[in-house]
T-cell receptor, first 114, second 110 residues
Framework: SQTIHQWPATLVQPVGSPLSLECTVE??????LYWYRQAAGRGLQLLFY??????ISSEVPQNLSASRPQDRQFILSSKKLLLSDSGFYLC?????????????FGQGTRLTVV | GQNIDQPTEMTATEGAIVQINCTYQ??????LFWYQQHAGEAPTFLSY????GLEEKGRFSSFLSRSKGYSYLLLKELQMKDSASYLC???????????FGTGTKLQVIP
C-alpha cells in the first residue's frame, strides 16, 4: 500500500531563518506531488506541484521554493522566513495519468514564524 | 484562473440532512472533489465527480452539474463526528493540479 510521510509535525522558527520541510511517498512510482499551505481559517492554497524529478511548477510567487531530487521525495524550502509564512503546510500525492483521482495528504506541518 | 465558492459556515442538527453547495467557474474542467478536514488534521477524500449526476457512498452523496458549474455534498443522518470543514476542489484538464475552495465549516449540534 502507499503511504506518505511528512515531517516535522510542528515547527517554530524565527523570522529570517531558513526552512526545509520534507515529504516522501512509498509504494508508488512517479507520483504527482504537491505542496499546499493553509493559513488559519482559510482554504488550501496550492504552492507547488511536480509531475516528475526536477519538474516543479510554481503557483504563487513568494520566498518559498520546492525541489524534487528523487522520484518520491519533495522538499519545500525557504532561505529567509517571513511572519506571513506561518501556516499549516500539507504535502500530497496523486496517481499520474488519465483517470487519476484523489490526492492523498500527509499529516501536515504546523509552522509558526516568530 | 479558477473561482470556487462555498458557504463559509453551516450548522445542522444531529440526525438531520445537510446540503453543502459549491459553485465554480473554470475552463477545462476535469473533475470535482470533496474532502473532509477535521480541525488540525489533513484533508481526507470523500468523493469525486467528473460526469453529471449523483454519486452515493453510504451517508454521503455528491452531485455535479457541469453545465451549471455546480456541485453539492449531501450528508444524511448527521453525527456529531461530522463536524468538520468540507472542501470542494476542482481539477483542470491537461494539468495535474487541483484547486481548492476555502471550505465550509459544518457544526453539528445535538
Amino acid at each position: 500500500s502507499q503511504t506518505i510521510h511528512q515531517w516535522p509535525a510542528t515547527l517554530v522558527q524565527p523570522v529570517g531563518s531558513p526552512l526545509s520541510l520534507e515529504c516522501t511517498v512509498e509504494g508508488t512510482s512517479n507520483p504527482n506531488l504537491y505542496w499546499y499551505r493553509q493559513a488559519a481559517g482559510r482554504g488550501l492554497q496550492l504552492l507547488f506541484y511536480s509531475v516528475g524529478i526536477g519538474q516543479i511548477s510554481s503557483e504563487v510567487p513568494q520566498n518559498l521554493s520546492a525541489s524534487r531530487p528523487q522520484d518520491r521525495q519533495f522538499i519545500l524550502s525557504s532561505k529567509k522566513l517571513l511572519l506571513s509564512d506561518s501556516g499549516f503546510y500539507l504535502c500530497a500525492w496523486s496517481v499520474p495519468g488519465v483517470g487519476s483521482t484523489e490526492a492523498f495528504f500527509g499529516q501536515g506541518t504546523r509552522l509558526t514564524v516568530v | 484562473g479558477q473561482n470556487i465558492d462555498q458557504p463559509t459556515e453551516m450548522t445542522a442538527t444531529e440526525g438531520a440532512i445537510v446540503q453543502i453547495n459549491c459553485t465554480y467557474q473554470t475552463s477545462g474542467f476535469n473533475g470535482l472533489f470533496w474532502y473532509q478536514q477535521h480541525a488540525g488534521e489533513a484533508p481526507t477524500f470523500l468523493s469525486y465527480n467528473v460526469l453529471d449526476g449523483l454519486e452515493e457512498k453510504g451517508r454521503f452523496s455528491s452531485f455535479l452539474s457541469r453545465s451549471k458549474g455546480y456541485s453539492y455534498l449531501l450528508l444524511k443522518e448527521l453525527q456529531m463526528k461530522d463536524s468538520a470543514s468540507y472542501l470542494c476542489a476542482v481539477r483542470i484538464r491537461g494539468y495535474q493540479k487541483v484547486t481548492f475552495g476555502t471550505g465550509t465549516k459544518l457544526q453539528v449540534i445535538p
